[in-house]
């Protein structure tokens, strides 16, 4: 993602390198976790991962006399809500997107949000129990925050589909 950007940042100047300009990230997912428990005030505080990297890379910045952004959010979470009712799991979003974004704007001291890219979770991952609710609620949420929020992954929201052999 992060060389992405560059490549597309370096197009957009139309120069090989734009060496004034550095792309930083980091990895604060944890795996396995449903999106109340990577909340903000779940038990254990596994929210404070994202505040740390962006606190770090705030400090790093710092240190090397560069002015930083908060710019994009990667978020690939859904596996295990895959059958966690709509109504539950789209407000628990929207908060998440809320605290997210609040809180690395004030590490940053920026007012502009960053935008979000949005893995659409499918296959095995998604449930037809709750008419693929927290899948619905991943593309409604983009449908409501236009050019805040976007899919990148290729992933559809249908249910794995099965062989007539009856092998997946």
């Known amino acids: 993602w992060l060389n992405f950007g560059k490549i597309l940042h370096n197009q957009r100047l139309m120069t090989d390198n734009d060496t004034?300009?550095?792309?930083?990230?980091?990895?604060?997912?944890?795996?396995?976790?449903?999106?109340?428990?990577?909340?903000?005030?779940?038990?254990?505080?596994l929210y404070n991962h994202i505040i740390t990297a962006m606190q770090g890379i705030k400090s790093a910045a710092d240190a090397a006399g560069k002015t930083s952004r908060f710019c994009g959010v990667t978020f690939m979470q859904m596996e295990n809500d895959g059958s966690t009712p709509y109504t539950t799991y789209y407000p628990q979003l929207e908060q998440f997107y809320s605290d997210v974004n609040t809180d690395g704007m004030?590490?940053?001291?920026?007012?502009?949000?960053?935008?979000?890219?949005?893995?659409?979770?499918?296959?095995?991952?998604?449930?037809?129990?709750?008419?693929?609710?927290?899948?619905?609620?991943?593309?409604?949420?983009?449908?409501?925050?236009?050019?805040?929020a976007s899919f990148v992954n290729p992933i559809g929201q249908l249910p794995n589909p099965v062989n007539p052999d009856g092998n997946d």
């Open 20 to 45: 004034t300009r550095v792309f930083a990230g980091a990895c604060p997912g944890v795996g396995g976790k449903s999106l109340a428990q990577l909340s903000k005030g779940a038990n254990p505080n």
């Open 106 to 148: 004030a590490i940053f001291g920026q007012t502009r949000p960053p935008h979000w890219y949005f893995y659409q979770g499918g296959g095995m991952y998604t449930s037809d129990i709750n008419s693929m609710a927290a899948s619905r609620a991943l593309l409604d949420f983009c449908d409501n925050h236009p050019g805040l």
